[in-house]
């Protein structure tokens, strides 16, 4: 965040007295050279933020920054530093397929490994950002990523297969569950489809779940403890229908409580920490 801060500014002070330079009594070539290396620092900036995959969260901030750089420092080139300003790489990637590298900087895009940094920094960021709609599905994902990578790094694939398969997964990373295809019927909803992943492909359990999240939610649910709570009891009730303690017996005829055996503590710690993890992705569902 230091070099975009810095430009920034570098930017604007050079924008205040860009018009007035000559006044000062800079000499032409000077101009020139203090324009060249403002130019220089802002494609450095452009670049970095590019490939680290920051552009899709500095985009609020685009518009005063482009005209700036328009304004000040390339009116007269056609060709702008990339072709980001309404669409991030994702979306790119996603419309034009491997066509989207045109699309990246020449100092990006003069280096194949570059390319592929980049294009793997952004759906990395997308996959972390989106993991929490469908944890199961993202961590599939991500190990695909992985995958892909490994095999360019190797050479197993050429740069050209390298960026059809690349733009395959970006595409099916934007969609949370990979979409509709693949499912039983009845998974109907984005929500129903990640709760399936993410409930080991259990479709009655995913239906009944969903259910019980639809039938004990209320306006603001996720915001107000209390009605959180109500959704929480609701999909416990799903998921450890007998909730009541368990007697069990010793060699010596004695009994103990379910808390007493550390196999059935374990149980419950795990059942309990499953109710949380369901909760934590009906919380990121649009259909809820």
């Not at 000062?24 to 070539?29: D, L, N």
């Not at 304004?71 to 980001?84: L, P």
Request: proline share 5%; aromatic share 6%; glycine share 4%.
């Amino acid at each position: 965040m230091k070099l975009y801060k810095y430009v920034a500014s570098l930017l604007r002070a050079y924008a205040g007295i860009a018009n007035e330079l000559a006044e000062a009594r800079y000499k032409p070539a000077e101009i020139e050279t203090i324009k060249a290396e403002v130019d220089h620092y802002t494609k450095v900036r452009d670049e970095v933020k590019l490939a680290s995959g920051d552009y899709i969260d500095l985009k609020a901030y685009e518009p005063a920054m482009r005209h700036l750089i328009d304004t000040y420092i390339r009116a007269d080139e056609s060709e702008k530093i990339s072709a980001f300003d309404d669409l991030s790489l994702i979306q790119l990637i996603v419309e034009r397929g491997p066509e989207a590298v045109e699309a990246l900087p020449k100092g990006i895009r003069k280096s194949e490994e570059a390319v592929a940094e980049t294009i793997e920094n952004n759906v990395r960021k997308l996959i972390i950002n989106e993991s929490p709609v469908d944890p199961a599905y993202y961590e599939k994902m991500s190990k695909l990523l992985d995958a892909l990578i490994e095999l360019r790094r190797k050479g197993v694939v050429s740069y050209k297969e390298y960026l059809e398969k690349i733009a395959k997964l970006t595409r099916e990373a934007t969609k949370p569950g990979g979409g509709p295809g693949g499912y039983p019927a009845n998974m109907k909803t984005a929500a129903q489809r990640a709760l399936y992943n993410n409930l080991g492909k259990d479709e009655n359990l995913a239906l009944a779940v969903d259910a019980a999240i639809q039938s004990s939610r209320m306006d603001g649910w996720r915001n107000n403890a209390m009605k959180t709570k109500r959704v929480r009891l609701a999909i416990r009730a799903v998921l450890i229908p007998d909730c009541a303690p368990l007697i069990i017996p010793t060699d010596d005829h004695k009994f103990l409580s379910q808390d007493e055996t550390p196999f059935v503590t374990e149980r419950i710690v795990q059942d309990e920490a499953l109710v949380e993890r369901i909760l934590e992705l009906a919380t990121h569902q649009n259909d809820y």
